[in-house]
């Protein structure tokens, strides 16, 4: 849906697309320079791959990119700053959405991410309600929260879906009263600008407090060593659940996992940062790029009454 939601306006003039069969670093950055593509859809793990594959560099003539659209999770602000340092030509939008939404319900425009945008302080954000579209934060009961409070994010529109086809029971535990429920937590600040903290299901409560996974990814992502992440709660007898932290180090650099820990206690609260941490040469994915945190519970989770997502 994402890749419609670009193509779309783009086949409408006229324009010429570039497809590769399957998603592959060398590849696009190939298809790029050779074609002089203007407008690239990614999501947070493909830009991560591109920029540390080997045949990332200098002499990669990237000049021809104007606009890059990326979404379907939360991106690191580390990982953003150093996107903009490798690709400083095109103006990067980040987008809100799902299948379901048609696909985007927020867009945060690129002025909001340049050096002088980033004054706003709108750097973590997912952008406003897009046009025609209605978004709200609300509590468990569906009422709307206080602004900066954090709930669940819900939309209402022309764009979202009528149903999941066959599946009665999922469409009426996702759509009530004609909105969206996205099962992704978040907040919106005084002027409509909505900050996603996390999924919901991938939310940690441990020792009665929540922690949102992607605070503590984006701390990590803050030290050197690292290239990616991804933090899940495991079982834990004392706190109930654990923040856990899977870690891929960066090409020819290691660090243990206390120094990650010490690391992260300098950026977020103590009870925020990992406890454990593994390292890993990559994390699983999806077709679509996404990181699948699922299969890094499993293990953890195996045979116990209590699962989380």
């Known amino acids: 849906m994402a890749d419609m939601g670009v193509a779309y306006p783009h086949w409408i003039e006229g324009n010429t697309h570039s497809v590769i069969p399957m998603f592959d670093p060398a590849m696009v950055l190939d298809t790029i320079e050779q074609h002089r593509v203007t407008n690239l859809c990614l999501v947070p793990t493909m830009i991560q791959m591109m920029l540390d594959h080997p045949s990332m560099g200098p002499h990669r003539d990237l000049s021809s990119l104007r606009t890059v659209f990326y979404g379907a999770s939360s991106v690191p602000d580390a990982l953003l700053l150093r996107a903009q340092k490798a690709i400083p030509h095109p103006e990067i939008f980040q987008g809100f959405g799902m299948t379901e939404l048609s696909p985007v319900g927020a867009v945060l425009p690129s002025f909001y991410l340049s050096e002088e945008g980033r004054k706003h302080g709108k750097l973590g954000s997912s952008g406003r309600a897009t046009f025609c579209t209605e978004v709200k934060i609300v509590d468990g009961e569906g009422n709307e929260v206080p602004r900066g409070t954090v709930g669940e994010i819900i939309v209402r529109g022309p764009n979202v879906m009528q149903g999941y086809w066959n599946k009665p029971e999922l469409t ?98 103590g009870y925020k940062s990992p406890r454990s941490i593994e390292f890993v040469d990559a994390l699983p994915v999806s077709g679509a790029g996404k990181i699948l945190k699922r299969k890094l519970r499993d293990p953890y989770w195996k045979g116990r009454e209590h699962r989380v997502g």
């Open 172 to 269: 009426a535990i996702a759509l009530r009263d004609g909105w969206m429920h996205t099962g992704d937590g978040g907040r919106m600040d005084d002027e409509g600008f909505i900050t996603v903290v996390d999924r919901l299901k991938d939310m940690i409560k441990t020792g009665g407090e929540n922690v949102f996974s992607a605070e503590v990814e984006n701390a990590l992502a803050k030290h050197p060593c690292v290239s990616a992440s991804a933090v899940i709660a495991i079982p834990s007898e004392q706190w109930g659940e654990a923040v856990h932290a899977v870690v891929v180090c960066k090409a020819g650099h290691s660090v243990s996992a206390d120094e990650l820990i010490a690391h992260c206690k300098t950026l977020i609260a």
